[in-house]
């Protein structure tokens, strides 16, 4: 039996004209019993009736499938394209069509979706720079009034006020300049210097730089055992130096007083280097830490804001990291601790 779902308009036309005209036919030869009568009402009939199947098929559907197809591509057609809507089109099947409708239905689906992603993205960035923004500001704007209205003619509370309007405006600075640097990095137009250093060595100087806010919680940091062998990369240190400064700085914040920062080296194979900064501390819920790279995002924002920074830092690591064509991952568990690591290329070949 013929699946005429299957089938293109021109075999519908061919199939219907062709059932047509032989019913005509053996109607002439039992009528007439003349057989080239018959056959020549036949032929005749065929051809009409399959030019004039086809015609009608090709203005009523197929005309409206092209306009679908037109929709589909929201493009002006090329003459390639033309040459497709004209004569490819009509040769596809009822299934085909349906087949090319349901992909591109499939396509705009995960586009619409790509886009709400971006837009509430977009919003919850717009909102936490906002905030971002106003909390120093207004603290600025609240000490001037303050010094204004009087407070002025006090020493003490005028310095005090000066001096917390200072750190404002520095706090203000930072996200400023932090902001221009994740544009530059996702612009490309941060240029990386990149050189052959040990990493053990950068390791050191970034936390004998730090080694004044890990006194004051008394969390000692160092390379793991068995990792003091010198590792070479090829990167750019100052930008590898801002990364390790970061994480540490981090993994201090946020370690327990009295804690451990542990960072270990890896040769994974000949080409490449695993960094992983460890510490002790408060950790992250699983369900935060596929996010813990987004610009602003915050674990707990209270407590966050409480322990300063922009909330570009992680951000900002990623892009460095990233810019050099590498990775990062995290790892956490809640009053366990977390490790932040990255992998960094070991040879110049690989560059």
Same mark, same amino acid.
């Given at each position: 039996? +013929?699946?005429?779902?299957? #089938?293109?308009? $021109?075999?519908?036309?061919?199939?219907?004209?062709?059932?047509?005209?032989?019913?005509?036919?053996?109607? !002439?030869?039992?009528?007439?019993?003349?057989?080239?009568?018959?056959?020549?009402?036949?032929?005749?009939?065929?051809?009409?009736?399959? #030019? #004039?199947?086809?015609?009608?098929?090709?203005?009523?559907?197929? $005309?409206?499938?092209?306009? +679908?197809?037109?929709?589909?591509?929201?493009?002006?057609?090329?003459? $390639?394209?033309?040459?497709?809507?004209?004569?490819?089109?009509?040769?596809?099947?009822?299934?085909?069509?349906?087949?090319?409708?349901?992909?591109?239905?499939?396509?705009?689906?995960?586009?619409?979706?790509?886009?709400?992603?971006?837009?509430?993205?977009?919003?919850?960035?717009?909102?936490?720079?906002?905030?971002?923004?106003?909390?120093?500001?207004?603290?600025?704007?609240?000490?001037?009034?303050?010094?204004?209205?009087?407070?002025?003619?006090?020493?003490?509370?005028?310095?005090?006020?000066?001096?917390?309007?200072?750190?404002?405006?520095?706090?203000?600075?930072?996200?400023? !300049?932090?902001?221009?640097?994740?544009?530059?990095?996702?612009?490309? /137009?941060?240029?990386?210097?990149?050189?052959?250093?040990?990493?053990?060595?950068?390791?050191? /100087?970034? +936390?004998?730089?730090?080694?004044?806010?890990?006194?004051?919680?008394?969390?000692?940091?160092?390379?793991?055992?068995?990792?003091?062998?010198?590792?070479?990369?090829?990167?750019?240190?100052?930008?590898?130096?801002?990364?390790?400064?970061?994480?540490?700085?981090?993994?201090?914040?946020?370690?327990?007083?009295?804690?451990?920062?542990?960072?270990?080296?890896? !040769?994974?194979?000949?080409?490449?280097?695993?960094? /992983?900064?460890?510490?002790?501390?408060?950790?992250?819920?699983?369900?935060? #830490?596929?996010?813990?790279?987004?610009?602003?995002?915050?674990?707990?924002?209270?407590?966050?804001?409480?322990?300063?920074?922009?909330?570009?830092?992680?951000?900002?690591?990623?892009?460095?990291?990233?810019?050099?064509?590498?990775?990062?991952?995290?790892?956490?568990?809640?009053?366990?601790?977390?490790?932040?690591?990255?992998?960094?290329?070991?040879?110049?070949?690989?560059?």
């Amino acid at each position: 039996m +013929i699946q005429f779902k299957n #089938l293109s308009p $021109r075999q519908v036309a061919s199939v219907l004209a062709f059932s047509i005209a032989a019913l005509v036919g053996l109607a !002439n030869f039992i009528l007439v019993d003349d057989w080239v009568i018959a056959l020549s009402s036949f032929a005749v009939l065929f051809l009409v009736a399959y #030019l #004039l199947i086809f015609y009608f098929l090709q203005q009523f559907i197929y $005309r409206r499938i092209k306009l +679908i197809y037109k929709f589909i591509y929201q493009t002006k057609a090329t003459k $390639r394209e033309e040459f497709y809507n004209k004569y490819i089109i009509p040769q596809k099947s009822i299934d085909e069509v349906k087949e090319d409708v349901e992909k591109w239905a499939v396509q705009r689906q995960g586009e619409i979706e790509l886009l709400r992603k971006n837009e509430a993205f977009r919003k919850e960035f717009l909102q936490n720079l906002a905030h971002e923004f106003k909390t120093p500001i207004f603290a600025i704007q609240g000490y001037i009034d303050t010094l204004l209205g009087g407070a002025m003619e006090n020493p003490e509370v005028r310095k005090r006020f000066l001096e917390n309007t200072s750190r404002n405006v520095d706090r203000l600075v930072n996200l400023m !300049n932090d902001l221009d640097e994740i544009s530059r990095l996702e612009s490309g /137009e941060q240029v990386l210097y990149k050189q052959y250093f040990v990493i053990q060595d950068l390791i050191r /100087e970034v +936390i004998e730089s730090l080694s004044i806010k890990l006194n004051q919680k008394e969390i000692v940091a160092t390379i793991k055992k068995g990792c003091e062998a010198p590792v070479y990369v090829f990167a750019d240190k100052e930008k590898i130096r801002q990364v390790l400064i970061n994480l540490v700085s981090n993994a201090t914040k946020y370690g327990k007083p009295g804690g451990t920062i542990v960072i270990s080296v890896y !040769n994974t194979d000949e080409f490449k280097v695993l960094l /992983e900064v460890s510490d002790d501390g408060i950790g992250i819920e699983e369900a935060h #830490l596929s996010r813990i790279f987004e610009r602003f995002y915050r674990t707990d924002k209270a407590r966050s804001r409480d322990k300063g920074g922009t909330g570009l830092g992680l951000a900002i690591c990623k892009h460095i990291i990233e810019a050099h064509g590498e990775s990062m991952h995290v790892r956490s568990k809640p009053d366990v601790g977390t490790t932040i690591g990255f992998t960094l290329s070991s040879t110049r070949g690989e560059n």
